[in-house]
């Protein structure tokens, strides 16, 4: 069974930094492009950032340029979001999510993802 797991959401401050990690099983996504999603209160979801299967071909939205910084480890597994100058309006349930393609060299931005974690809620209080 496919898995994409979530961690490291929270209650943060305005300001304040917060990791976001997504671990993978069932099966290897080591050459498929990765990403981050949110869901903010009444509003669509969106994509965060988007990392390719190498991890040296990124994307970020506008509105967390600089402040977001995507990553993968491929022996482990995993894809983090290290989310730091945290501003309300990043209050949002944030998903992990993998491209059902493979060897992509520019990360997708829309709708190829078809791999979903469960999410992680992230709020930021002002």
């Known amino acids: 069974q496919v898995q994409l797991v979530e961690s490291g959401g929270g209650l943060v401050q305005t300001g304040g930094s917060l990791r976001l990690s997504c671990a993978t099983s069932g099966r290897t996504f080591s050459r498929n492009a990765m990403a981050w999603f949110r869901q903010g209160p009444g509003k669509e979801r969106e994509l965060v950032a988007a990392i390719n299967w190498k991890g040296v071909s990124t994307y970020y939205a506008d509105f967390v340029q600089g402040r977001f910084t995507i990553s993968r480890d491929n022996a482990k597994n995993t894809i983090s979001l290290q989310m730091n100058s945290l501003k309300p309006e990043d209050t949002a349930v944030y998903y992990c999510?993998?491209?059902?393609?493979?060897?992509?060299?520019?990360?997708?931005?829309?709708?190829?993802?078809?791999?979903w974690g469960q999410g992680t809620q992230v709020t930021v209080s002002s």
């Open positions: 999510a993998a491209d059902s393609s493979t060897l992509r060299w520019v990360p997708p931005v829309g709708s190829e993802y078809n791999y």
